[in-house]
């Protein structure tokens, strides 16, 4: 997966996702749990967006994301508003080097975007090595439900000015798999024509008490599962389930 061109447009087209609310779903969390906490890792922060919202509110962010092109983005973004974020290309399956911090997050479904299951058991690990004691895992997932219902064999599509898309979403070969086929029109004001950028995402999840055990393995005690910002035990048709997890 490729995000060389995707970057460039992911603010755009990302300009109404819930920021607010994943900044709020953090501080809801550590006072629901009593924990004082100063350092975040951000993990897979891609632009920064969620980076810049929590170093806003006075915690000391460390951005980490596999993607260069988003990481420059990031940058430049941050610098711009004068907010200061180290921010590092790593892979979080292979996760090193970073010290340790009081809270560790992936969101925006980001773990979704691990192919395989050992990615994911791996990222968890490296977590738990990122983490002071007690320190607290905050992530979020596709349910099964969105992945089935909500993404597979749709199209969905935006037809704007300067941008538009077709975004198709297929079966992935894995179970509970979906691939994104996504094909964007990017007006070029030089020439007065479209620009057509291809992609393909790929993303797999797996039953919430899949995720449980791999937590539990990892070193992990679980303290809550929710789903849609609600603070509330998922349902049958909940499409995002919020994890929060404490080191042992």
């Known amino acids: 997966m490729s995000y060389e061109q995707f970057a460039y447009l992911y603010d755009e087209l990302m300009k109404d996702a819930p920021y607010d609310q994943w900044v709020s779903f953090v501080q809801d969390i550590l006072v629901k749990y009593d924990v004082e906490a100063t350092s975040l890792l951000d993990l897979a922060c891609g632009t ?47 996760l090193e080097g970073q010290g340790q911090f009081d809270v560790v997050s992936i969101f925006c479904d980001s773990l979704n975007y691990l192919q395989t299951e050992e990615e994911v058991i791996s990222t968890f690990s ?44 297929f079966p992935g070969d894995d179970p509970n798999s979906v691939e994104h086929e996504l094909s964007f029109f990017v007006l070029d ?34 303290l809550e599962i929710s789903a849609d910002f609600k603070h509330s035990e998922p349902t049958q048709a909940s499409e995002r389930i919020f994890f929060v997890a404490k080191k042992k």
């Open 126 to 169: 490296n977590v738990h090595q990122h983490l002071q004691d007690n320190g607290l895992f905050v992530f979020d997932v596709h349910s099964i439900y969105k992945m089935a219902e909500v993404f597979i064999k749709q199209t969905f599509a935006l037809n704007e000015d300067e941008i538009s898309y077709i975004w198709n979403s």
């Open 189 to 222: 004001e030089r020439i007065g024509k479209y620009d057509r950028i291809d992609e393909l995402h790929y993303q797999r999840t797996y039953p919430i008490n899949q995720y449980s055990n791999w937590l539990d393995a990892a070193g992990f005690q679980l």
């Open 48 to 94: 920064g967006e969620i980076s810049v919202r929590l170093a806003n509110q006075g915690f000391e962010v460390t951005g980490i994301d596999l993607s260069e092109d988003m990481l420059s983005v990031a940058q430049a973004k941050a610098e711009s508003l004068g907010v200061k974020i180290p921010f590092f290309q790593q892979d979080m399956a292979n």
